[in-house]
């Protein structure tokens, strides 16, 4: 890391036009990578130079500017056009990928009913893998009975690795993570062959939309800017 400072993009007090990373002409805020990580800029080049990975970066590119109508009009003011369930599938159709895995939670199954409708109805081949695949109970991972959700019952534990390997070995090209928890997500990512994206994350309290409460930390969820030691 050059100048062994830490990239800090979030904390960059620039407009858009101004910074470096949007204008070949802009400047560097303290912390820019842009400015700082120069070889790994330039390694990150040299890997998508591998026809592969340049294909999926080139179809990934195109699939975010189809996203927005109007393109060719002057001056241009944004105008989104597409959700997030439609970019998968016309991405998918893209890379030509044929089986899907749609990787879930327990707590939205209805929600994967949808989806794996949803992309059937595309053309799609869906492998879908619930996260207590297995009935493993969380004994098996030190868990004890007073921390359990359902004290003095059997709770299966969640099993990202179990999913992944499932996934792996019924070869799915491409796969849509739909509801799974902090820490189990990031398990699945580590053991999945496959490229992976997100449909939607778990987030209990306000409807599997993370960014409310983000949104919110100036007014109702204020509490969450306070230190451990505030609280």
Same mark, same amino acid.
């Given at each position: 890391?050059?100048?062994?400072? @830490?990239?800090?993009?979030?904390?960059?007090?620039?407009?858009?036009?101004?910074?470096?990373?949007?204008?070949?002409?802009?400047?560097?805020?303290?912390? *820019?990578?842009?400015?700082?990580?120069?070889?790994?800029?330039?390694?990150?080049?040299?890997?998508?130079?591998?026809?592969?990975?340049?294909?999926?970066?080139?179809?990934?590119?195109?699939?975010?500017?189809? *996203?927005?109508?109007? +393109?060719?009009?002057?001056?241009?003011?944004? /105008?989104?056009?597409?959700?997030?369930?439609?970019?998968?599938?016309?991405?998918?159709?893209?890379?030509?990928?044929? +089986?899907?895995?749609?990787?879930? *939670?327990?707590?939205?199954? +209805?929600?994967?009913?949808?989806?794996?409708?949803?992309?059937?109805? &595309?053309?799609? $081949?869906?492998?879908?893998?619930? *996260?207590?695949?297995?009935?493993?109970?969380?004994?098996?991972? %030190?868990?004890?009975?007073?921390?359990?959700?359902?004290?003095?019952? &059997? $709770?299966?534990?969640?099993?990202?690795?179990?999913?992944?390997?499932?996934?792996? &070995?019924?070869?799915?090209?491409?796969?849509?993570?739909? %509801?799974?928890?902090?820490? /189990?997500?990031?398990?699945?990512?580590?053991?999945?062959?496959?490229?992976?994206?997100? @449909?939607?994350?778990?987030? +209990?309290?306000? %409807? &599997?939309?993370?960014?409310?409460?983000?949104?919110?930390?100036?007014?109702?969820?204020?509490?969450?800017?306070?230190?451990?030691?505030?609280?």
């Amino acid at each position: 890391m050059e100048n062994n400072k @830490l990239a800090a993009c979030a904390d960059c007090g620039l407009s858009r036009n101004e910074r470096i990373c949007m204008n070949p002409k802009g400047r560097a805020y303290k912390g *820019c990578p842009t400015a700082n990580e120069k070889k790994e800029v330039e390694k990150a080049k040299s890997i998508y130079e591998n026809p592969e990975i340049k294909e999926f970066a080139r179809q990934a590119s195109l699939q975010e500017s189809q *996203c927005y109508a109007g +393109r060719d009009k002057k001056p241009y003011t944004m /105008h989104p056009t597409k959700p997030r369930i439609q970019e998968i599938c016309e991405f998918a159709q893209k890379m030509n990928y044929k +089986r899907l895995g749609l990787i879930f *939670c327990i707590g939205l199954a +209805r929600e994967s009913k949808m989806v794996s409708d949803i992309l059937s109805n &595309h053309g799609f $081949e869906v492998v879908s893998i619930v *996260c207590k695949v297995g009935c493993v109970p969380k004994e098996e991972i %030190g868990i004890k009975e007073e921390n359990k959700i359902f004290i003095g019952q &059997h $709770e299966t534990m969640c099993n990202p690795i179990a999913q992944a390997l499932i996934a792996n &070995h019924e070869k799915t090209q491409f796969n849509i993570l739909l %509801g799974l928890c902090v820490g /189990h997500d990031s398990l699945f990512f580590k053991y999945a062959a496959a490229p992976t994206t997100v @449909l939607a994350v778990k987030d +209990r309290v306000t %409807g &599997h939309n993370p960014l409310a409460a983000v949104y919110t930390s100036g007014s109702y969820y204020g509490w969450l800017k306070k230190t451990a030691e505030t609280k």
